[in-house]
């Protein structure tokens, strides 16, 4: 790999843990943006929101995700919304191949329950309802990915290798 592989995706699609996965099977280092971000604001993503809001969050995210690509070859996760910037998104696509852990609503919604109190965006709301009016602004801005995975109802063993044979079918 000469470029960074960037993982997007609805929360709860495995971006993260499939990330740790991937990067071991390929030998590189696993960076979750959203930690970074965490570490540069010195609070939590949640701390975040309720200090600042959504859109000094995102500028952040933003900061620090550019940062990140300008690293090398890595496996570098992004928070939900991050790819839904049009700067970021445009830094992603010229210097990462990028692929969207495509995962359907339904078994987004099981996944994010066993982490309550992680997300912001859904707290105090109906999360399906919520994941699908995400899924419905997200999706076309993911599928402008360089790759698409499916990989719902799959083992992370199962997705890995997937993830794998979709990048070498790219490279």
Known sequence: MTKP?????????????LGTRLAE???LAFVDADAEVEAAAGMSIAEIFEAHGEA??????????ARLLKVGPQVLALGGGAFVDAATRAEVLDKAISIWLD?????????????????PLLANTNVHEKLTTLM?????LYAEAD?????????????IDRLVDL?????
């Not at 419905?136 to 076309?140: D, M, T």
């Not at 790759?147 to 997705?159: E, L, M, P, Q, V």
């Not at 990048?167 to 490279?171: E, I, K, T, Y």
């Open 167 to 171: 990048l070498r079918a790219h490279v």
């Open 5 to 17: 592989i960037v993982l997007i995706g609805m929360m709860g699609a495995g971006k993260s843990s």
């Open 25 to 27: 099977r390929l030998k």
């Open 103 to 119: 995962v359907p609503v339904d078994e987004l919604v099981e996944r994010v329950k066993r982490k309550p109190g992680k997300r």
């Open 136 to 140: 419905r602004e997200r999706g076309p």
């Open 147 to 159: 790759i698409r995975a499916d990989i719902s109802g799959k083992s992370h063993d199962a997705a």
């Open 56 to 65: 000094a969050f995102r500028d952040g995210e933003r900061r620090v995700i």
